[in-house]
């Protein structure tokens, strides 16, 4: 399906929704999932699958639930952008999917079958999920008889018996969890803040548009010793080095080395790319950490950390 459906549906010059484009990403990246509650005509929770630089897309009107028994409907819907799986915010009402959206959970998922691509063309994908609120092991199944003939496939997705299932639970998961695991705002104060852009040039950036920008109060090139040259493509981080004990003396600090993602946040003219340590883009991955970037009152930086 790819994105051509998703960008006839939509008025890009009145939906801060971001046009679709294909991205794929390096085999080595996780594969990204995100779930948004989506109060369009009627509500439901948007189950997104990242493969082949798409979103795969299927819209749960019930929400997942970590009861095995329970087996919800999930209608197949258009592929959509990678960059819409960190979008949080209203769209315009007229627009298609117009209504409130909230970013429900995220995170990565892993195929648990050899060819993710042929399972999905089959109608039968088992995976497991290592997001906020949804972990564990899935399946999502295909219907067919007289459901195969509706205009949109009908699919299930099923929670796997495992040690994070928990049968007779129903609808507890979304009712005891509604909040954005980007923002920690609800439904309600999403639409009312209406705090989303999509800009063509930036992309989607923070901040209520009719609000100045944040003062940018530092120039760089007034710096002692500072010489203007144009921003790297790349820098290469400073690694930790093994070794079998620490060295004595005052004149060293010490800190504790935490497991994660070495990142690099390239800030260029206020737009800001997320680079691992071996030069791949991670940008999409981690959308709220972008916006956080964007939001920073500077036009050009380079920032080194650890997530």
């Known amino acids: 399906m790819a994105l ?42 948007d189950f997104r699958l990242e493969l082949n630089g798409v979103l795969l897309s299927w819209a749960i009107p019930k929400g997942p639930s ?60 088992k995976f497991r999920l290592d997001g906020e609120k949804l972990h564990g092991h899935w399946a999502l199944v295909r219907m067919g008889g007289k459901a195969a003939k509706e205009r949109h496939e ?27 695991v980007a923002t920690g705002r609800s439904m309600d104060q999403i639409a009312k803040d209406r705090d989303r852009v999509w800009d063509s040039a930036k992309g989607e950036i923070p901040g209520d548009p009719s609000k100045p920008a944040a003062q940018k109060t530092t120039n760089a090139a007034r710096l002692a010793g500072a010489r203007k040259r144009a921003m790297p493509d790349r820098i290469v981080p400073q690694l930790a080095t093994l070794v079998d004990e620490a060295p004595e003396g005052a004149e060293w600090l010490h800190e504790i080395k935490y497991d994660g993602y070495r990142l690099l946040a390239r800030i260029d003219k206020g737009k800001p790319r997320l680079i691992t340590r071996n030069g791949l883009d991670w940008t999409a991955k981690f959308p709220a950490l972008a916006r956080a970037m964007a939001g920073l009152p500077v036009e ?6 650890e997530l």
């Open 4 to 45: 051509e459906e998703y960008n006839r549906k939509r008025d890009f010059r009145k939906t801060p929704e971001p046009a679709g484009r294909v991205r794929k990403h390096a085999p080595t990246v996780p594969l990204s999932f995100v779930v948004q509650k989506h109060a369009a005509s009627r509500l439901h929770y």
């Open 300 to 305: 050009t930086a380079m920032i080194d950390g």
């Open 66 to 125: 970590l009861d095995p028994g329970e087996k919800r409907l999930a209608v197949h819907v258009e592929d959509h952008p990678l960059d819409y799986g960190g979008f949080e915010g209203v769209i315009p009402k007229g627009q298609y999917g117009g209504g409130t959206v909230l970013l429900w959970d995220r995170g990565t998922w892993t195929p648990e079958v050899p060819d993710p691509e042929a399972a999905y063309r089959k109608g039968a994908l």
């Open 154 to 180: 009908n699919w299930l997705l099923i929670k796997e018996r495992d040690d994070v299932a928990e049968p007779g639970s129903e609808a507890a998961l979304v009712e005891e969890n509604p909040l954005s």
